[in-house]
């Protein structure tokens, strides 16, 4: 017995080498089988009763085995029955919920309990009364439906509840398989409406879903010996995959985050209708109900959306999205049998799409976030493919960094929903909804996911109906969408050259606003992170630059040094640091004078680093031995940095009495034991000419601590001057541009030195290799208009403003 329950604490070295439902087998037998053995036999009116998770036949090694010991109130002693059976699993280390009650008692229980009640709806027995087993399953499941108008909304709130706290399977980097929405306890939720007579039992669609994450369920447990976690972590992926015969890791994530869609949705859907029923009363049962025309063919039936009594499918090809655009206009789902009929029936599109239907995918997607939850339901009955051939390719896959919130499937349902808000603004809204479901299609196809979406949107273009003129547009969206997010962020939008290329890149204000548009609304549809009110700023201000190139105006140039610049050069003060608030939430520019010197900007750099202030921009200038530092850094939690500990930092270290390199260094091994998530692949260092006399110089790498600090640093060591450093975060990377120069003002050019230079920044972020990434970076030619001397009207700039003026 004792072999028994080691195996099912999962650390045994006899562990079974079967996985899947085969392995959930196995454990339930030798839980029986050790439970029988201790229960041994009491006499009539006892039995032991596994209930949850055990009583499903679900364990996991190290879980927890649900018991009740029910008893008929007669027997002489069933304290020591009790005894017999929790005493040697706790010794041996079985996590126990266990009780001891008659029926009468476990019924009452469970009437103030839904944890209870909903653990008697998978009452099994395993020892002892049979009949009373039997007694307590009927009762429990007879009081479960009698109290369904009563008990149901807890069990919503509580999926809700669940769903709010710990976010959902199909979309998270390391998704509670158990908890999270979309989980097993979903699942079970599903189950339990089945079992109050108010819905039907779960689909094999959904009962495959959750064999999904019980198998994935069990190899975490065994990886773990048996501890109760039931997260699949990020490190155990690999080994989870290959265990149960997934390709990679990726592979496996892909079928966690479809089997979670499958049972987010699945439970979505069929609470809705539980609800309507609930909320219905006895007067009005027996009324013939009311139907609502809502578009050809489409009707509002008792509250959702149903076909036309005369509709016929099969000629229609439009109808499906009449229909999905009706329900996301209304706000009423789908109903069951419309869905169904319209999976069975619904013919292919023709080729090309008739205007219709075009339309009416048009108008679907116009409706924002309505429209996500009608296509989410469109792909899960397998319409959604069936209109776009190419969704098959992008649909659940995982896009696993922390930047990322989403599948591609759902960002791109999402970045249309955020592009419904701007449809007002452009004058091709049609253009600018089908370029947001379509921007990353490429990303399920092999290659550069920009050449290769290019490639489909030429496939789907014309298959949509559209003229040749209309997807050379959607081409050219794709093909530029990343453009004014990269530019903006990793470039100088003061620099001229830049602002050409963007206008080239463009080519017509139409185009520009489109990609504007596109941008926001791709951006938040990305994550939290991805858009910021600083952004927001810096790619405004780099559009308008662009538009007024395009309308043939001059863009004026910045002066090397403005009023204000000039003052802050001429301060007196040895050392002079300055903090100043910018617009942006959480957002400071700190400034930096001191004597002109080889190393300011690295040593500035460390000291923000080091008070834990993340630099977005930095600038150097100087005049007369004079030296001007400038950047933009986001304090954590909205704190404001402290002028004097800044400046003692600066003394020191520029004094030599604090190591910046090794105080770093201590940081990084602080944290050495807490988990860290890593991007595959080494650094880049590629170069991007095209700017006459200055290179810019871009580093991308992992993010940590003092990067910025480590690249300056090592350019100083080649006596290159660094005037401006452009630092963007993304996901787990950083990308890090540097507009550099020789010492005597030439640009980087001879290949020698840039592999130099190159082999420095990677020794800097602590490799040795040197990667070919050292090429050119293709870049649009000038436009060759020049730019206004003169600086723009109005009084002198203030503190560094977030589009970059004075950087």
Request: hydrophobic residues 45%; aromatic residues 4%.
């Amino acid at each position: 017995m004792r072999d028994r329950l080691e195996i099912l604490r999962g650390r045994s070295g006899q562990l079974p080498a079967v996985t899947g439902p085969q392995l959930r087998r196995i454990l339930t037998d030798l839980a029986d089988e050790a439970l029988t053995e201790l229960f041994g036999d009491p006499g009539p009116g006892v039995a032991l009763v596994a209930v949850g998770g055990y009583g499903r036949a679900e364990p996991a090694f190290g879980s927890d085995l649900d018991l009740v010991l029910l008893h008929d109130g007669a027997h002489p002693d069933i304290a020591a029955v009790a005894d017999a059976v929790w005493y040697p699993l706790w010794d041996a280390g079985i996590g126990l919920d266990h009780s001891v009650r008659t029926v009468d008692e476990a019924i009452t229980v469970a009437d103030d309990d839904l944890k209870a009640a909903l653990g008697l709806l998978d009452a099994r027995h395993v020892a002892g009364d049979a009949a009373l087993t039997a007694d307590l399953a009927r009762r429990a499941r007879t009081r479960w439906r009698t109290r369904a108008p009563k008990r149901l909304p807890d069990l919503a709130a509580a999926v809700a509840e669940r769903a709010a706290r710990l976010g959902e399977v199909a979309f998270l980097l390391e998704p509670d398989l158990k908890e999270s929405r979309g989980g097993l306890r979903d699942v079970h939720a599903l189950h339990a409406l089945a079992a109050a007579w108010v819905a039907e039992v779960p689909s094999d669609r959904v009962l495959a879903a959750a064999g999904v994450l019980l198998d994935a369920r069990g190899e975490i447990r065994r990886l773990g010996a048996g501890r109760p976690q039931d997260r699949l972590l990020l490190q155990d992926a690999t080994a989870v995959a290959t265990a149960l015969g997934y390709a990679d890791s990726m592979a496996l994530a892909h079928a966690v985050a479809d089997a979670g869609r499958t049972i987010s949705w699945a439970w979505d859907a069929t609470w809705y209708r539980t609800a309507a029923g609930l909320r219905n009363t006895s007067r009005w049962r027996g009324r013939r109900p009311v139907r609502r025309p809502l578009d050809e063919g489409v009707i509002d039936q008792g509250g959702e959306i149903q076909l036309a009594l005369d509709v016929e499918p099969a000629k229609d090809p439009a109808l499906v999205l009449r229909v999905a655009a009706a329900a996301a206009r209304t706000g009423l789902p789908l109903g069951r049998y419309a869905v169904d009929r319209l999976a069975l029936e619904a013919p292919p599109m023709p080729q090309p799409w008739p205007p219709a239907a075009r339309d009416a995918l048009v108008a679907l997607l116009a409706t924002g976030d309505a429209a996500v939850g009608v296509l989410e339901s469109l792909d899960q009955v397998g319409l959604l493919v069936r209109l776009l051939p190419e969704w098959a390719a992008v649909r659940s896959r995982p896009q696993r960094n922390p930047y990322h919130r989403y599948t591609v499937d759902r960002h791109l349902m999402e970045t249309a929903a955020r592009a419904a808000a701007f449809t007002r603004d452009v004058d091709r809204p049609d253009l600018l909804l089908l370029g947001a479901l379509l921007h990353d299609i490429g990303k399920g196809f092999p290659g550069d996911h920009t050449d290769a979406g290019i490639e489909q949107i030429r496939r789907i273009g014309p298959r949509l109906g559209l003229p040749a003129e209309d997807v050379d547009v959607l081409v050219a969206m794709v093909r530029h969408h990343l453009l004014l997010g990269e530019t903006a962020t990793r470039r100088d939008i003061d620099d001229l050259a830049t602002i050409q290329a963007v206008a080239t890149a463009a080519g017509s204000d139409r185009l520009l606003t489109l990609l504007h548009r596109l941008t926001e609304a791709d951006s938040r549809a990305t994550g939290p992170t991805a858009w910021t009110a600083w952004k927001a700023r810096l790619i405004n201000d780099l559009v308008e630059r662009s538009r007024a190139l395009l309308g043939g105006e001059r863009v004026p140039c910045p002066p090397r040094l403005d009023d204000r610049q000039r003052g802050l050069l001429a301060l007196p003060e040895e050392y002079v640091v300055q903090v100043n608030p910018l617009p942006d939430e959480g957002m400071f520019e700190i400034v930096v004078v001191s004597a002109d010197q080889v190393g300011l900007l690295a040593v500035t750099a460390g000291v923000l680093a080091l008070n834990r202030l993340d630099i977005r921009r930095a600038s150097a200038r100087s005049a007369n031995g004079r030296a001007l530092l400038q950047a933009a850094v986001a304090a954590p939690h909205g704190r404001v940095p402290e002028e004097a500990k800044l400046l003692a930092d600066l003394r020191a270290a520029l004094a030599g009495s604090l190591d910046i390199a090794e105080r770093l260094a201590a940081r990084e091994r602080d944290y050495s034991g807490a988990k860290q998530w890593t991007t595959p692949g080494p650094p880049q260092v590629i170069f991007d000419d095209g700017l006459g006399s200055t290179t810019v110089l871009e580093v991308r790498a992992p993010d940590r601590a003092g990067v910025l600090f480590r690249i300056v640093r090592a350019l100083s060591g080649l006596r290159l001057d660094v005037a401006t450093a452009i630092v963007a975060t993304l996901g787990l990377d950083v990308v890090d541009a540097f507009y550099v120069q020789e010492a005597d003002g030439r640009p980087v050019a001879d290949d020698a030195r840039r592999r130099e230079i190159a082999r420095a920044v990677l020794a800097a972020l602590g490799t040795g290799d040197l990667p070919d990434q050292t090429a050119p970076a293709e870049r649009t030619g000038s436009a060759g208009r020049g730019c206004d001397p003169s600086p723009p009207p109005g009084p002198a700039p203030g503190p560094l403003a977030p589009s970059g003026e004075t950087l």
